[in-house]
């Protein structure tokens, strides 16, 4: 059964700090994606990663994939409060013999506070 | 272009009763899916389908029926509705691109609170 886990799951800085957050997913995969919810909303693709190596950058927000250490890590640079939001990770799953139903993390909840 | 639309977005039901949550998306995208989303636990698949006539269970399909008649739609019903169904759904459709990525398009969403 693949397992998706996040941490941390709840994160405060203080804007103008760095900070990174990591998903680590049991089997084997190339595929993960980064979305994020701001309170009572809905999800919103961030970044879509599908090899190794693969980076992907927008704003101060930078993605990455290590597909042989199964890892996943979204870095935060110079954090500003309009990034406060849940993040989540997801990783391609296969049921039934269908791929591209998506398992998910717990998501971090971070805050960024003035 | 509405994406996908979800209704109600706020129900209230009484233990034991039952209801449908309906789901509409107009990108004519073959794969669509129900998740629900628990404080602190993430999004669990509850049913997904690959095109109209064909469903399948996901991780927690207990509790819940679907049903796919055309592309556009993908109700979920609950029936005899229990407080462990208290929850936030999502409706979500999905389109591969080019590159081989699944992207997930969601709904805004229905709180449904079972007492």
């Known amino acids: 059964e693949l397992k998706v886990e996040q941490n941390p799951l709840f994160l405060s800085m203080q804007e103008g700090k760095n900070y990174t957050i990591y998903c680590n997913y049991s089997t084997t995969s190339d595929r993960l994606y980064w979305y994020r919810q701001d309170p009572g909303k809905s999800l919103e693709s961030l970044f879509v990663l599908l090899s190794n190596g693969a980076v992907k950058q927008e704003g101060r927000l930078m993605a990455s994939l290590d597909t042989k250490a199964r890892l996943s890590t979204l870095h935060i640079t110079a954090a500003v409060h309009d990034l406060s939001a849940t993040y989540f990770c997801?990783?391609?799953?296969?049921?039934?013999?269908?791929?591209?139903?998506?398992?998910f993390g717990k998501g971090t909840k971070l805050s960024v506070k003035p | 272009n509405a994406g996908v639309t979800q209704t109600p977005k706020f129900r209230i039901l009484k233990i034991g009763q039952s209801m449908t949550l309906q789901c509409t998306q107009d990108m004519n995208h073959n794969y669509m899916y129900w998740y629900r989303q628990d404080p602190g636990m993430g999004l669990k698949l509850i049913y997904y389908?690959?095109?109209?006539?064909?469903?399948d269970k996901g991780e927690v399909p207990n509790g819940y029926n679907v049903s796919r008649s055309t592309t556009e739609d993908f109700p979920l019903r609950l029936e005899l509705a229990a407080p462990s169904q208290t929850s936030v759904y999502f409706c979500?459709?999905?389109?591969?691109?080019?590159?081989?990525?699944?992207?997930?398009?969601f709904g805004a969403g229905s709180r449904l609170t079972v007492l």
């Open positions: 997801a990783v391609d799953a296969n049921y039934g013999g269908s791929q591209g139903n998506l398992i």
């Open positions: 389908s690959v095109g109209a006539g064909i469903t």
């Open positions: 979500a459709s999905r389109r591969t691109v080019s590159s081989g990525a699944n992207v997930l398009t």
